[in-house]
């Protein structure tokens, strides 16, 4: 991200002693990701199955605001960038988050949201935008997803095999899972049960960290019955929790005080 004059070098995370600090392996450009608190770890896990997000820095920078007449400083937890030419939850390009537990923005809201508007201010006039974050949104079932699929994604791609699927579906047809995954054992590139439950698991839990359906997503894994694919409805986000968060999101924009997620 490029600095302004009234911004700071990136801050470094000292070692915590009452909470959980570390840097977690990341595939992003920005490398390894510093983190200060088991819920800023997950929501840092959460990122890494994005495949929209380019590139995902921690504390970032730290801004100079004006906050009731005087002059304080605050360095965001987080800032993320997705690809210009990718689909993205917000209209900025860029976020800067702030994760909370929603314990401390309620015992301390006199004190931090009033710096927390600032901030949102300050960088709506360089584009980029601001959101809170907490437990709500970040400790879902997506997160138990996010878990399973980002040390996997950060393994090196085996070439060769993108090269089979790639000539598979070219010359072959396959479009569904299943019979990819039958092709390439008829093949001998892959055996065994285990591998083949992997790979389903992997592929519902993408699938339904995207929003898509279980009778679609059997579909896509060649089953017969909605029944089989039923045994993957725990990987799912509560619809009724998605939806009140995103609602009240939206009032608070309209309120201007862009509330915590």
């Given at each position: 991200?490029?600095?302004d004059q009234d911004m700071e070098i990136r801050r470094r995370i000292p070692p915590g002693h009452r909470s959980i600090t570390g840097a977690l392996p990341s595939?992003?450009?920005s490398g390894h990701l510093p983190f200060e608190s088991k819920l800023e770890m997950d929501f840092l896990t959460?990122?890494?199955?994005?495949n929209g997000i380019h590139d995902v820095v921690t504390q970032p920078t730290t801004l100079e605001?004006?906050?009731?007449g005087?002059?304080?400083t605050y360095t965001p937890d987080v800032l993320v960038s997705w690809h210009s030419a990718m689909p993205r939850p917000f209209p900025q390009r860029q976020v800067m988050f702030e994760v909370k537990p929603?314990?401390?923005l309620r015992e301390q809201r006199a004190s931090l949201w009033p710096k927390y508007r600032a901030a949102k201010r300050h960088l709506a006039r360089m584009g980029i935008g601001y959101r809170v974050v907490t437990e709500r949104t970040i400790r879902t079932p997506r997160l138990a997803n996010a878990e399973l699929i980002?040390?996997?994604m950060l393994q090196p791609q085996d070439r060769e095999m993108m090269g089979r699927v790639r000539a598979l579906v070219r010359h072959k047809g396959p479009r569904r899972l299943g019979d990819i995954r039958l092709c390439l054992e008829d093949g001998g590139a892959?055996?065994?049960?285990?591998?083949?439950a992997a790979c389903d698991l992997t592929f519902a839990s993408a699938g339904l960290a995207s929003g898509e359906g279980l009778p679609l997503i059997g579909k896509l894994l060649g089953h017969a019955h909605v029944a089989t694919t039923s045994r993957y409805a725990h990987l799912a986000d509560d619809p009724l929790q998605t939806a009140a968060n995103r609602i009240s999101t939206r009032v608070a924009d309209v309120l201007g005080i862009g509330a915590p997620t």
């Open positions: 991200m490029r600095q595939r992003f450009p959460l990122l890494q199955i994005d605001l004006k906050v009731d005087q002059t304080r929603l314990s401390v980002a040390p996997v892959i055996r065994g049960s285990i591998i083949e």
